[in-house]
């Protein structure tokens, strides 16, 4: 079974330029969670997607964060424009079911964002 | 205060001892709890999960929760080298709701 795949893996970026990553969750999984991590520090929630309804963005800067998942898949993060301090690596996971409280999340590798 | 706690660490054990890894948490809406470990430049994968009060282990590991208390931990047994790395606790609220902690960085010295 092929786990949740991002990409890029690596991006680097000057500031004030968009950049979007990728996410494709594992087949069946519901459930679709951005997450952002800075180094030393644990995944901090950006929006959570249960099909196609994200129904938790409220750590989403949206002045500057969109995330959608249009089909209840594949989903993508943009930022615009982009500021120094969201270097960081960004995840995203999946869960089986969405609404519960008990299923593990499986993440993807990350995207490192460095903004130059 | 953050919602999840976990000792900052680092914490360092020798080869075959315990490594025991703490968490607080401040939800009492909390329903299930997570550990995950992280491995230096890699993504968090899952350990053990624990819903219940009480202990639950697999393997060389131990869960222990305390709802009253609202205090998690995890026991590693036998420590090996293989288990360095940043161990991150996950609490879950029944709305589905995920908060990690800052996680614990440990050393299994050989």
Known sequence: EAGVVQSPRYKIIEKKQPVAFWCNPISGHNTLYWYLQNLGQGPELLIRYENEEAVDDSQLPKDRFSAERLKGVDSTLKIQPAELGDSAVYLCASSLEGGGSYNEQFFGPGTRLTVL | ?110
């Open chain 2, 1 to 110: 205060q953050k919602e999840v706690e976990q000792n900052s660490g680092p914490l360092s054990v020798p080869e075959g001892a315990i490594a025991s890894l703490n968490c607080t948490y401040s939800d009492r809406g909390s329903q299930s709890f997570f550990w995950y470990r992280q491995y230096s430049g890699k993504s968090p994968e899952l350990i053990m999960f624990i819903y219940s009060n009480g202990d639950k282990e697999d393997g060389r590991f131990t869960a222990q929760l305390n709802k009253a208390s609202q205090y998690v931990s995890l026991l590693i047994r036998d420590s090996q080298p293989s288990d360095s790395a940043t161990y991150l606790c996950a609490v879950n609220t029944n709305a589905g709701k995920s908060t990690f902690g800052d996680g614990t960085t440990l050393t299994v010295k050989p």
